[in-house]
């Protein structure tokens, strides 16, 4: 009865290399975020999609390539991972794109290492 | 833009006694305030938030925090902690703009037996 599930939960990989990670919600939630938490904790959004349509890009490479195939799936693409990509990876959903009156729930989160 | 400081990184406090977990914000308008926890290994928690209405904010597991205009802070607090509060607290801010949540830097709250 997992609420926002992510896969993998860990991912190590070569540099160059092209990964993905997956989030999903059975919350019916219809926004969800990606969060990267690098390695002093601090946490910071990368993107936002509300009903399958970004609406939130923050200044992220391009590399990065979030996919939204429905509500309840927000995929991370990550093109060439480079070392500075290690990080945590933290998938939220929340009901409503206005994080001010609608709580974020968060994944457990995907420990990504770029070797 | 706005922005939150916690101005610890760590804190710890012995069990049963208070605790208080610190934040200043920056706003420039009306703010909308969080409080988030995170246990080890795992995904952020909500706990609490302030809009508007009573200074006083309660929240889960038995936390509060306290809205302060004039001196700009939003702590957090607990009457008497337990060891399982042991965790990562951050403090958040809503910007409207964009948006989205900014958090702070984190605080490791360690409570001692």
């Known amino acids: 009865d997992t609420a926002v599930s992510q896969t993998p939960k860990y991912l190590v990989t070569q540099m160059g290399n092209d990964k993905s990670i997956k989030c999903e919600q059975n919350l019916g939630h219809d926004t969800m975020y990606w969060y990267k938490q690098d390695s002093k904790k601090f946490l910071k959004i990368m993107f936002s999609y509300n009903n399958k349509e970004l609406i939130i890009n923050e200044t992220v490479p391009n590399r990065f390539s979030p996919k939204s195939p429905d509500k309840a799936h927000l995929n991370l693409h990550i093109n060439s991972l480079e070392l500075g990509d290690s990080a945590v990876y933290f998938c939220a959903s929340s009901q409503g794109n206005s994080p001010a009156y609608n709580e974020q729930f968060f994944g457990p989160g995907t420990r990504l290492t770029v070797l | 833009a706005q922005s939150v400081a916690q101005p610890e990184d760590q804190v710890n406090v012995a069990e049963g006694n208070p605790l208080t977990v610190k934040c200043t914000y920056s706003v420039s308008g009306n703010p909308y305030l969080f409080w988030y926890v995170q246990y080890p290994n795992r995904g952020l928690q909500f706990l609490l938030k302030?809009?508007?209405?009573?200074?006083l904010v309660k929240g889960s597991y038995g936390f509060e925090a306290e809205f302060n205009k004039s001196q700009t802070s939003f702590h957090l607090k607990k009457p008497s902690a337990l060891v399982s509060d042991s965790a990562l607290y951050f403090c958040a801010v809503y910007e409207g703009p964009a948006r989205q949540l900014t958090f702070g830097s984190g605080t490791q709250l360690t409570v001692l037996p």
């Open positions: 302030y809009i508007t209405g009573d200074n």
